[in-house]
């Protein structure tokens, strides 16, 4: 008898939603700082019927933005759209920031950002005057002092030789692009940036050309529709170079055999070496192929010491932490918080708390804020059948300390299938929120979204 294994990722919250609404006047719980006038935004995937075959994949379906108006103390609406460029296939679905004036929908691997007007009612794909017409990423890093944006982006395509390193200045102009040439496709989720360097993520996961050409054939397996895999004959490594540098200055190093999907920050330390904390897995997609389920991630901070040619490795909590995310005041420069969300049974990083086979899905938990200076973390449980993913610092306006402002976070409630736009003191996050939009719908577990000041936007 043959078994089929359902997709953990188009059930319960993972699952895509059908319409598009808008709703006035939100319901509150709790007093919503008056500080925060702007907007919430938040994006994944949400495929539609013909998204959602054999081969599914979580990262795979055209993108939905939801958003959450603030002004005056109330939560004025709530409202969802799919994302739409100017073709048939520009929906981004991965990551959504705001950067020259302008709020953009990012996916990695070849496809252009879209642009999105503050109500949500206009969209249109821009490639910056071509320079990211052969695609972008979904983490390129914002130099809050400049205003740059540096981006490290691949082509998931088949014979695919090089990464495109991009610098977008302030107004949106790219004033740099560079080819580096790295072998195998490689999946590069994320890059590091500090205040003089750029790092290149060449680590593990492949393009596999038997599972491109089984989607290509129209006959794909599970996962296929994202056909990246383990490969444990790629050597694991990063790139160092100047920022606004070419593929002639980068230095490689090696680095420990695993895969990370995210970096919180990367900082120069005086003695010249490169600190950055990242959020590494053993391995991915290699036991669990429709996401990234293999097994439990860990906070590790490397060290990367250019006059020795070392990386090393220092794991630096037991909880398991994903979508970090720090003051961007502090990005490219020496921070101590990081914001995350946690994952796996209360936090806590238990070898049984993934489901390791082909069903398995990675399982939000808790918000957590981690010192990296003491290696404590402090935990805020939003309750029974209640969990979040990543979670948005907001800085309170003309803050000193780092960690002086909000952490917005949006939270499933299993127990009503609905979801809150939660806001807690970035200070004490284990205490009470303070405040609680309740929004009329669920919002499906996706990957990243932005707070967006009504100053950053026109």
């Not at 050409?213 to 994202?226: I, K, M, S, V, Y």
């Not at 990234?292 to 901070?301: E, T, V």
């Not at 390791?356 to 404590?376: H, M, Y």
């Amino acid at each position: 008898m043959t078994t089929t294994i359902r997709n953990p990722y188009l059930a319960g919250n993972f699952a895509p939603v059908t319409d598009e609404v808008s709703v006035d006047d939100l319901p509150v719980t709790g007093a919503l700082p008056r500080e925060l006038t702007g907007r919430y935004l938040r994006t994944g995937p949400n495929p539609r019927g013909d998204e959602t075959g054999a081969g599914h994949h979580w990262f795979i379906g055209r993108g939905m933005v939801h958003g959450v108006r603030l002004r005056d103390g109330r939560a004025e609406w709530y409202r969802n759209r799919f994302v739409r460029g100017d073709g048939p296939g520009d929906s981004p679905n991965t990551n959504v920031l705001a950067q020259g004036g302008r709020i953009l929908a990012l996916v990695e691997g070849g496809g252009a950002p879209v642009s999105i007007s503050p109500d949500l009612a206009r969209m249109s794909t821009w490639d910056s005057d071509g320079a990211l017409r052969p695609g972008f990423t979904a983490h390129p890093k914002v130099d809050p002092v400049t205003g740059e944006m540096h981006s490290v982006s691949y082509l998931l395509k088949p014979g695919a030789d090089h990464l495109r390193y991009v610098v977008i200045d302030a107004a949106g102009k790219a004033t740099h692009t560079a080819e580096l040439p790295v072998p195998g496709v490689p999946m590069v989720h994320d890059m590091a940036m500090t205040a003089t360097r750029v790092v290149v993520l060449d680590l593990p996961v492949t393009l596999s050309t038997e599972a491109a050409g089984r989607l290509a054939a129209g006959t794909p397996q599970g996962g296929d529709a994202f056909p990246m895999r383990w490969n444990e004959e790629h050597p694991p490594r990063v790139g160092v170079l100047p920022r606004g540098g070419t593929a002639e200055q980068i230095r490689w190093f090696e680095a420990p055999r695993c895969y990370v999907f995210h970096v919180l920050n990367a900082y120069d330390a005086p003695d010249g070496s490169l600190v950055m904390d990242v959020v590494r897995y053993d391995t991915v997609f290699r036991d669990a192929l429709r996401g990234p389920a293999d097994g439990p991630p860990a906070l590790a901070r490397w060290t990367i010491a250019p006059h020795r040619g070392a990386v090393s490795e220092q794991i630096m909590s037991d909880y398991g932490m994903e979508w970090p995310r720090i003051n961007q005041e502090l990005a490219g420069r020496s921070h101590r918080y990081g914001w995350f969300g946690g994952v796996g049974r209360d936090g806590l990083r238990l070898s049984d708390d993934v489901n390791r086979d082909r069903g398995g899905s990675l399982e939000p938990g808790p918000l957590i804020k981690f010192d990296t200076t003491t290696g404590e973390a402090a935990v805020h449980r939003f309750g029974a059948g209640r969990v979040t993913q990543e979670p948005t610092f907001v800085p309170r306006p003309g803050a000193v300390a780092e960690d002086d402002g909000w952490i917005l976070s949006v939270v499933y409630d299993a127990t009503v299938d609905r979801s809150e736009l939660v806001v807690l003191d970035a200070a004490d996050v284990a205490a009470a929120p303070l405040a609680r939009v309740h929004l009329p719908r669920r919002v499906p577990f996706g990957f990243h979204g932005t707070w967006v000041f009504d100053d950053e936007v026109g």
